[in-house]
């Protein structure tokens, strides 16, 4: 995937725990407030505020403002290409153990 300075790489903005964590927080929610994700991590609003802008920057954060607040909501989308690239991956493990399978039986 081809990054410019307002796309991410949705491989880059998932490779760390902090951002999966909250794509873990956000999928269990319609939506959240800044101050709502930075509860469940020992940073502030301002480490949060930026691992969110990561995952906006890859399209896997949508916000809206209300007033003063920031709400956020997951975009699952950009994910079908981790889904699709592991994907190959499980197949090759799964045909390989069932050729390593067939030659033990042998």
């Known amino acids: 995937m081809i990054t ?4 991410r790489d949705v491989f880059v903005a998932i490779a760390d725990p ?3 964590k909250l794509i873990r927080l956000l ?10 994700l ?7 609003r301002t480490a949060v505020s930026k691992h ?3 995952l ?4 896997l954060v949508k ?19 981790v889904k699709d690239w592991l994907a190959f991956y499980e197949e090759f493990w799964t045909e390989s153990a069932a050729k ?3 030659i033990l039986e042998e």
């Open 4 to 7: 410019t300075d307002q796309e």
């Open 18 to 20: 902090t951002r999966r």
């Open 27 to 36: 999928a269990a929610s319609d939506e959240l407030a800044l101050y709502e």
């Open 38 to 44: 930075t509860a469940h991590f020992q940073m502030g």
């Open 52 to 54: 969110l802008a990561i």
């Open 56 to 59: 906006k920057e890859a399209d």
């Open 63 to 81: 916000n809206r403002k209300i007033g003063r607040e920031t709400r956020y909501r997951l975009n699952a989308a950009p994910l079908q290409e």
């Open 100 to 102: 390593l399978k067939n």
